[in-house]
Nanobody
Framework: QVQLVESGGGLVQPGGSLRLSCAAS????????VGWYRQAPGKQRELVAA???????NYADAVKGRFTISRDNARNTAYLQMNSLKPEDTAVYYC?????????WGQGTQVTVSS
């Protein structure tokens, strides 16, 4: 099983940028597919971006061209670079790691986009 800890959230102005980090421990991180999810108040948790163990990426339409998911297996860390942030990006962001039937979630980090 892998343990995940997110960091990097905070308050930013519209148009600003943040980089979220997801630090993993306790397993062979390179085997895991990683996803970034977000959940805003009153809304369902949604997939924002994903990166497979092989490095393939997918993005939600709402963030394409603005967000970039990446991973550094040597550092057991996944990242979400968020640029051109909009108020509608405000949410708690969670990282997820999956290998076969093994699934782990981090505790989440708050991202607030407001002037």
């Amino acid at each position: 099983q892998v343990q995940l800890v997110e960091s990097g959230g905070g308050l930013v102005q519209p148009g600003g940028s943040l980089r979220l980090s997801c630090a993993a421990s306790g397993s062979i991180f390179s085997r895991y597919d990683v996803g970034w999810y977000r959940q805003a108040p009153g809304k369902q948790r949604e997939l924002v971006a994903a990166i497979t163990s092989g490095g393939s990426t997918n993005y939600a339409d709402a963030v394409k061209g603005r967000f970039t998911i990446s991973r550094d297996n040597a550092r057991n860390t996944a990242y979400l670079q968020m640029n051109s942030l909009k108020p509608e990006d405000t949410a708690v962001y969670y990282c997820n790691a999956k290998f076969l039937w093994r699934v782990s979630w981090g505790q989440g980090t708050q991202v607030t986009v407001s002037s």
